[in-house]
């Protein structure tokens, strides 16, 4: 069962030990095959990269990534991000911050400037990806994901990472340019079909 966290939930203060994390992937409720392979290989990570959730962790580092989906559990907001060029879901570094619900949370409240978000505990898939931003080296990024659900009525305000927000349902994915790479649809799959039964509960 999902539960619904507000900002101000104690389960969502910063934490500085990897341990905090080990638990948010060990709890994560996943059902796809690829998923789970990413989790197992972020795990695997922390065993030769201790500072994994800082972003000096040249090789890879802990992201935490929001799928926010509307009242409705209807739609969710994507964004096109300006440093990659790609749509993704709102997202962002640890830096630090081994609470991965809390540093999803946090960017999810940043890039779309939607107050009153509420977080579903525990993660719904996990992801690893290799990242080319401008200036840097390749790296993985190492994204444990979350259901955010917006209120009703929610005004949405892109902050200056991203190009463009655009409320979509899973049919209107492939209207997207450029086009969503295969694990943000697993996600958007998964994420709706959880927030519709969310908001009919």
């Given at each position: 069962?999902?539960?619904?966290?507000?900002?101000?939930?104690?389960?969502?203060?910063?934490?500085?030990?990897?341990?905090?994390?080990?638990?948010?992937?060990?709890?994560?409720?996943?059902?796809?095959?690829?998923?789970?392979?990413?989790?197992?290989?972020?795990?695997?990570?922390?065993?030769?990269?201790?500072?994994?959730?800082?972003?000096?962790?040249?090789?890879?580092?802990?992201?935490?990534?929001?799928?926010?989906?509307?009242?409705?559990?209807?739609?969710?907001?994507?964004?096109?991000?300006?440093?990659?060029?790609?749509?993704?879901?709102?997202?962002?570094?640890?830096?630090?911050?081994?609470?991965?619900?809390?540093?999803?949370?946090?960017?999810?409240?940043?890039?779309?400037?939607i107050t009153g978000l509420r977080i579903a505990l525990p993660a719904i898939d996990v992801d690893v990806h290799v990242v080319e931003p401008p200036n840097e080296i390749p790296h993985l990024h190492l994204d444990t994901r979350f259901l955010v659900m917006a209120p009703a009525r929610a005004l949405e305000h892109a902050n200056?990472?991203?190009?463009?927000?655009?409320?979509?349902?899973?049919?209107?994915?492939?209207?997207?340019?450029?086009?969503?790479?295969?694990?943000?649809?697993?996600?958007?799959?998964?994420?709706?079909?959880?927030?519709?039964?969310?908001?009919?509960?």
């Open positions: 069962m999902l539960e619904l966290l507000t900002a101000e939930d104690p389960r969502l203060e910063p934490a500085d030990f990897l341990g905090a994390a080990v638990h948010q992937l060990q709890m994560a409720d996943l059902v796809d095959a690829a998923a789970l392979e990413h989790r197992d290989t972020v795990l695997d990570f922390f065993l030769d990269h201790p500072d994994a959730a800082e972003r000096t962790c040249v090789s890879g580092h802990l992201t935490g990534s929001a799928l926010v989906v509307n009242a409705a559990g209807t739609k969710t907001l994507l964004m096109l991000h300006r440093k990659l060029g790609r749509w993704f879901q709102p997202g962002g570094h640890a830096d630090g911050n081994a609470n991965l619900a809390a540093v999803a949370l946090r960017e999810a409240s940043e890039e779309t400037g200056e990472e991203s190009l463009a927000l655009r409320w979509l349902d899973e049919a209107a994915l492939g209207s997207l340019e450029p086009p969503v790479d295969e694990s943000t649809r697993r996600l958007v799959r998964r994420g709706l079909a959880l927030a519709a039964q969310l908001a009919a509960s």
